[in-house]
């Protein structure tokens, strides 16, 4: 069965410290691929997207993602997160054929930046 | 960007009575959307997928006939949660891909917060 599984549940760090949170999926077929950040309080927003191209990508927020089809990975970095990063993430993947697709969510991942 | 509108965002019923749940894509035609829910602290999950036009595909586990959705037109869908009780209460929360949004794209409501008494 289809997968999506975010390495760590809980992240706490320092501001000015560096960010990355893992996403790993199961499936062979076309993929296009998310990170949502819900902020406390507040709906899911898109940080960044992967559909094809430059396996890197760069989202809002000085975020960005790399995809690395051999591993079927889709990790989220921050060089340096700030105090406003504290929030929940969320890796999505959207599994497609010619007949269908559907989109799965990671568990997600609380991130805790302190001041 | 594009923009979904759920409403409304907070319901408070009595166990037993049904509750409507709205979804509209505001500037932008949905042939799919999707419906989740979300339980606190944890992930999204997903409880049908809804074409225009067509029947709702609904997840394993998911109740059809409690969780009746309605996807009338490009622009609205709709989720019903009939006869409520306690467990049913959760975030409900929808997407929509279409063609504003290109391939595989969603953009999602603000959530619905459902409390049943």
């Known amino acids: 069965a289809q997968s999506v599984s975010q390495h760590n549940h809980h992240v706490i760090l320092s501001e000015a410290a560096s960010l990355e949170l893992g996403c790993n999926y199961s499936?062979?077929?076309?993929?296009?691929l998310f990170w949502y950040v819900q902020y406390p309080g507040q709906h899911l927003q898109l940080l960044l997207k992967y559909f094809s191209g430059d396996p890197l990508v760069k989202g809002i927020k000085g975020f960005e993602a790399e995809f690395i089809k051999s591993k079927f990975s889709f990790n989220l970095r921050k060089p340096s997160v700030q105090w406003s990063d504290t929030a929940e993430y969320f890796c999505a993947v959207y599994m497609t054929t010619d007949s269908w697709g559907k989109f799965q969510f990671g568990a997600g991942t609380q991130v805790v930046v302190t001041p | 960007g594009a923009v979904v509108s759920q409403h409304p965002s907070w319901v408070i019923c009595k166990s037993g009575t049904s509750v409507k749940i709205e979804c509209r894509s505001l500037d932008f035609q949905a042939t799919t959307m999707f419906w989740y829910r979300q339980f606190p602290k944890q992930s999204l999950m997903l409880m049908a997928t809804s074409n225009e036009g067509s029947k709702a595909t609904y997840e394993q586990g998911v109740e059809k006939d409690k969780f009746l959705i309605n996807h009338a037109s490009l622009t609205l869908s709709t989720l019903t949660v009939t006869s409520a009780h306690p467990e049913d209460s959760s975030f409900y929360i929808c997407?929509?891909?279409?063609?504003?949004?290109?391939?595989?794209?969603?953009?999602f409501g603000e959530g619905s917060r459902l409390t049943v008494l």
């Open positions: 499936y062979g077929g076309t993929v296009n």
């Open positions: 997407s929509a891909s279409g063609l504003a949004g290109g391939h595989g794209e969603l953009f």
